[in-house]
């Protein structure tokens, strides 16, 4: 356990970065002798926990979604629970703004730590906790993992072993659960235990890596980064080509605003629930959708998995930017992009919504340039081999034996 993480129930303990929702007077100790005896877990509060409330991260009522069957599941393999972390409110959006005053970066004060796990990631960042229990519906997992210079796993959609029962859904079409943690060992650890199964570093030798890094898509800083990255796969034998996908969000945009507009559907009938305006506009926007709109974004969603299973026919995996840029100001609205400004929300989502919306499987990795992350996709149910591979990186880093 981080010796941090005993701390964190004190009346001493501080929290500049708003990223704790929730701290019990004892953390929720985890069965003793399990795989993942020692390690502390932070909470996002989205996941029912037994005697802990649950927010969102909203002023707004919301429904409650029972007891969490992988936070239980986690207790049961030996991990302890230390608390709730804050997110964007109700995961919808990149930046970790919410009802209580948003999260902010955990080392660059005044910058935002992605979203919508901000809370999660600061807490693995910060060393309070060892693994960040997190969800990803459009980069909610992998957008912080970058910004704050850690890793994240978002597994393949409807995974077995990461049930999203008692979970607050924020679009069931989208939504997935995965960790977060400081190293892709301690996500293997999690998910070895979770699918009693044994990760293994796995070779990069003879893949065939399809580069996804869209011109004007990011800074410079970014750019640069990526094809560092891919210059070390290179080393380590693959074998890079550039590919090219469309930006989906014409499918994700109202797919998830419409689900999540259902999913607090009674907070809306009042005329001021509670939800910040900018959160309270999105759910009014997802709540006037045409059904024919959202069943025409499904429509668009299955030709673009049809893309993507082609895609999967002639690589083995696929590398992009996990960010188009480094952590943004607290209330920066504009991206700046070598292809010119953005809104940062189209800016960080078209790059990450794709891999949600389609459900694979997909590893944030942090790069050499502080801040900047990198994701790396499989095939759906390869999520194995893909932390296998993450392994394989993470060994190859590390200095030979003296």
């Keep these: 356990m981080s010796p941090y993480a005993a701390a964190l129930g004190s009346a001493d303990f501080s929290d500049p970065q708003r990223a704790w929702a929730f701290l019990p007077a004892q953390p929720l100790a985890g069965q003793a002798g399990g795989p993942l005896s020692g390690l502390s877990l932070s909470v996002k509060d989205l ?41 964007h409110e109700i995961a919808l959006g990149i930046t970790g703004m919410n009802g209580y005053g948003g999260t902010e970066h955990p080392t660059l004060p005044g910058h935002s730590p992605g979203g919508s796990s901000s809370g999660a990631a600061v807490s693995v960042a910060l060393n309070q906790v060892d693994v960040a229990l997190g969800t990803d519906t459009g980069g909610s997992i992998r ?39 400081r190293d892709v060992t301690t996500l293997a650890r999690v998910h070895a235990a979770l699918t009693r199964t044994q990760i293994t570093p796995q070779p990069w030798a003879d893949l065939r890596v399809g580069l996804w890094l869209p011109e004007g898509w990011t800074d410079r800083a970014v750019r640069e980064a990526v094809q560092a990255f891919a210059a070390q796969l290179e080393s380590l034998g693959a074998s890079l080509s550039p590919i090219a996908l469309p930006e989906m969000l014409d499918a994700y945009t109202p ?5 999540a507009a259902a999913v607090h559907r009674e907070a809306l009938r009042q005329d001021d629930p509670g939800f910040t305006p900018f959160t309270l506009g999105l759910l009014r926007q997802g709540a006037a959708l045409p059904a024919a709109e959202v069943e025409a974004a499904h429509a668009r969603r299955a030709e673009y998995r049809a893309a993507l299973d082609d895609l999967f026919t002639r690589f083995d995996v696929l590398l992009a930017p996990a960010v188009p840029t480094p952590p943004p100001r607290l209330g920066q609205e504009d991206a700046e992009l070598e292809g010119g400004p953005l809104p940062l929300r189209r800016a960080v989502l078209r790059l990450t919504a794709p891999f949600s919306l389609l459900g694979v499987p997909a590893l944030a990795l942090p790069t050499v340039t502080p801040f900047v992350g990198v994701q790396l996709m499989m095939r759906w149910g390869q999520d194995d081999r893909l932390l296998g591979l993450g392994l394989g990186l993470e060994e190859s880093d590390r200095p030979p034996h003296s």
């Design 47 to 87: 996941y029912g926990v037994e005697g802990w409330p649950l927010t969102a991260s909203t002023r707004a009522p919301v429904p409650n979604p029972g007891q969490s069957v992988l936070v239980r599941r986690l207790l049961e393999l030996g991990a302890s629970a230390a608390g709730k972390t804050h997110l």
């Design 143 to 181: 957008v912080p993992a970058a910004w704050c210079g850690v890793a994240g796993f978002k597994p393949s959609k409807d995974h077995p072993d990461y049930s999203l029962a008692g979970v607050l859904p924020l679009s069931p079409t989208c939504d997935h659960a995965g960790p977060l943690a």
């Design 255 to 259: 797919i998830v605003l419409s689900e």
